[in-house]
């Protein structure tokens, strides 16, 4: 898959930032001869859902087997900074000049790690029937989702 690249050029006449398809599907799938971007965006995807099914699997547990579950979950947090970090540098040595001002409050790697972690919860909630209220709930929370419908 070729991935399509939005922005602007870099001094270096590379664009680093995938399209926001490319990224999406990236959370899927790696792409074959990809960008590190989309790489490291799926990675961030892998570990959103490690941590969410960690979660869910604790209930219910002593404490030897919760402080195991917190160590991992400590770790992963730990991952996914170092990806956000792999995403950071990436974007630094294709844009090496900083602009005047900011022009977001988050950088490249943060946004997409929260962006990966919208799509896991997108992710478990589409694996819910739509009759659920947790569902029903959810979708009439977000505004750019129709309302699902009850069978």
């Known amino acids: 898959m070729t991935a399509v690249t939005t ?3 870099t001094m270096t006449g590379r664009r680093p930032v995938p399209a926001g398809r490319a990224i999406l599907l990236a ?3 790696v ?5 590190p971007v989309l790489d490291t965006a799926h990675m961030l995807a892998v570990l959103h859902l490690a941590r969410a099914d960690a979660v869910r699997s604790i209930g219910g547990a002593d404490d030897t ?6 160590r991992a979950q ?4 730990q991952a996914i900074a170092g990806q956000v970090a792999l995403i950071d540098e990436h974007v630094a040595i294709c844009f090496p000049s900083p602009r005047r001002g900011s022009l977001h409050t988050e ?3 943060a946004l997409l790690a929260r962006l990966a972690q919208r799509w896991q919860h997108w992710h478990e909630l589409a ?7 947790r569902a029903r709930d959810a979708f009439r929370r977000s505004p750019s989702s129709p309302a699902p419908t009850t069978t």
Do not use: C, M, W, Y
């Open 27 to 29: 959370f899927e799938f």
């Open 127 to 133: 694996a819910l029937p739509a009759a659920a209220p």
């Open 7 to 9: 922005g602007p050029h």
């Open 65 to 70: 087997i919760t402080a195991a579950a917190a």
């Open 74 to 77: 400590e770790q992963r947090d």
């Open 31 to 35: 792409p074959e001869d990809s960008e």
């Open 107 to 109: 950088t490249v790697g």
